[in-house]
């Protein structure tokens, strides 16, 4: 079974640009959440896409934003680029079994200039 | 809010045991989490408890005490492979809380 799709796996931005990432899960895993990983914050969560469906946001300003298709591929954009945006933009997805286990993909690295 | 305090270095020879501990302040939450990841990769899950007590998965065990909000995951037999960090996450299934990290070397 592939693993957690993402990309692209680097890309480099100015600021004021803005930046699309894809990740395609596991199949048949309808759960899609993203990660921002920086080395000062470490690992946040960002948001949550379930059958299309945002369940659940994290503490991110809404130049943030996400979506997800009905074959449960994910996308997230972020506006008007910071500088600190710089980071790993880690996608995982979830089987629904309650077991505790999310599935990342190999991130997104995005840097900002 | 939810946060987790973890060491941030830890540095063994090759067959020692390292034990990572992780204390967390939360509301509430489904359980603890473990995952390594290597050098900026994909974390890739280690280990889950749900419930109090000590759950062995191979050559790794993870134990959780909710009433001390602690946790901890133990290596044994360490390898060079084990060499990355180790991030302690606490939520519900699909949204976690990490710890900072844990950085583990291993020296031959």
């Known amino acids: 079974k592939a693993g957690v799709t993402q990309t692209p796996r680097y890309l480099i931005k100015t600021r004021g640009q803005q930046v699309t990432l894809s990740c395609s899960p596991i199949s048949g895993h309808r759960s899609v959440s993203w990660y921002q990983q920086t080395p000062g914050q470490g690992l946040q969560f960002l948001f949550e896409y379930f059958s299309e469906t945002q369940r659940n946001k994290g503490n991110f300003p809404g130049r943030f934003s996400g979506r997800q298709f009905s074959n449960s591929r994910s996308e997230m954009n972020v506006s008007t680029l910071e500088l600190g945006d710089s980071a790993l933009y880690l996608c995982?997805?979830?089987?629904?079994?309650?077991?505790?286990?999310?599935?990342f993909g190999e991130g997104s690295r995005l840097t900002v200039l | 809010g939810q946060s987790l305090e973890q060491p941030s270095e830890v540095t063994a020879v090759e067959g020692a045991i390292v034990q990572i501990n992780c204390t967390y302040q939360t509301s509430g939450f489904y359980g603890l989490s473990w995952y390594q990841q290597h050098d900026g990769g994909a974390p890739t899950f280690l280990s889950y408890n749900a419930l109090d007590g000590l759950e062995e998965t191979g050559r790794f065990s993870s134990f959780l005490s909710r009433s001390d909000s602690y946790g901890y995951l133990l290596l044994q037999e360490l390898q060079m492979k084990d060499s990355a960090s180790y991030f302690c996450?606490?939520?519900?299934?699909?949204?976690?809380?990490f710890g900072a990290g844990t950085t583990v070397t291993v020296r031959a």
């Open positions: 995982a997805s979830y089987d629904g079994t309650g077991d505790g286990e999310l599935f």
């Open positions: 996450a606490v939520g519900n299934d699909y949204k976690l809380s």
